[in-house]
Nanobody, 122 residues
């Protein structure tokens, strides 16, 4: 499975940005997907995850109510809609996959995409 993240951008605080992650294989539709982020000098942290059906989602407390994860299995793509962005959301964002969303929440992933940079100015 190859994951290609996109949506890199520079936005002002309070703005919005949408990240996309396209998967290379049709089996994407049976995998849970997630997003992580890593800011300079910090460890990579979980952001959001979604089950393969799209029916269950998980969020880190720091983004709950502002970010929305969704997926389009017909397009083998997962999205992360980020609203009300804050400077502390600035990081390299990575998409990842595993069979279960709960595993992703725990940091257990099978495949990673390359990162895409999000910068939020104050």
């Amino acid at each position: 499975v190859q994951l290609q993240a996109s949506g890199e951008g520079l936005v002002q605080a309070g703005g919005s940005l949408r990240l996309s992650c396209a998967a290379s294989r049709r089996t994407f539709s049976t995998y849970a997907m997630g997003w992580f982020r890593q800011a300079p000098g910090k460890e990579r942290e979980f952001v959001a995850a979604i089950s393969w059906t799209g029916g269950t989602t998980y969020y880190a407390d720091s983004v709950k109510g502002r970010f929305t994860i969704s997926r389009d299995n017909a397009k083998n793509t997962v999205y992360l809609q980020m609203n009300s962005l804050k400077p502390e959301d600035s990081a390299v964002y990575y998409c990842a996959t595993n069979e279960r969303a709960g595993s992703i929440v725990s940091g257990r992933t099978k495949y990673w995409g390359q990162g895409t940079l999000v910068t939020v100015s104050s």
